[in-house]
């Protein structure tokens, strides 16, 4: 048996055991950040908020008795309705607060937008709404594209005022 006395030369760690110690504890910790899943990228919050929104403005539009519009653009979307001939900002607490509001996550710098309207691109610096639904439950058919490098987001409009959002992956 080890002589061990309090403070003697026996007792406790070398310094290169404790550095050996920590290299592990570390090297361990790293294999654990690089096992968690990848955060959710905003394209696809973005989309997944803006899809909700599209199902809520539809429903409104039908129990409303009313038109509703939306304007998309790079910094965001905001909702309109008919009224008196033309399309005034439509504020509603069901769709979040005031007419035109920002996108609800920080878009990164490289993710696109894009909207198709019966297979036309549309302008994104439109003053008027690009998507309409209307009392029926018709919509404008349009499709509502996000991507970023990783992610891509397909909103899809029937003209029946359905909503179907698909969400790819990329590889960078």
């Excluded at 979040?96 to 609800?104: I, L, M, T």
């Excluded at 490289?110 to 439950?137: C, K, W, Y």
Aim: hydrophobic share 40%; with cysteine.
């Amino acid at each position: 048996m080890a002589d061990c006395r309090p403070f003697g030369p026996q007792c406790g760690l070398s310094l290169i055991e404790l550095m050996l110690v920590l290299f592990v504890v570390g090297l361990s910790s790293v294999v654990v950040v690089f096992s968690l899943p990848p955060a959710t990228p905003d394209v696809e919050k973005n989309a997944q908020a803006l899809t909700r929104s599209l199902e809520m403005a539809g429903q409104m539009a039908i129990l409303g008795g009313q038109s509703i519009g939306i304007l998309i653009d790079p910094d965001g979307y905001g909702f309109y309705r008919r009224h008196e001939g033309r399309w005034q900002a439509f504020e509603s607490r069901s769709l979040g607060g005031g007419a035109h509001r920002p996108w609800p996550h920080k878009q990164a710098e490289d993710v696109t937008l894009s909207i198709e309207r019966n297979g036309r691109p549309l302008a994104l610096d439109s003053r008027e709404p690009q998507i309409f639904f209307d009392s029926t439950g018709q919509a404008s058919q349009a499709r509502i594209m996000l991507a970023s490098q990783n992610m891509q987001a397909e909103i899809g409009i029937e003209a029946n005022g359905h909503i179907a959002l698909d969400l790819q992956r990329r590889n960078p």
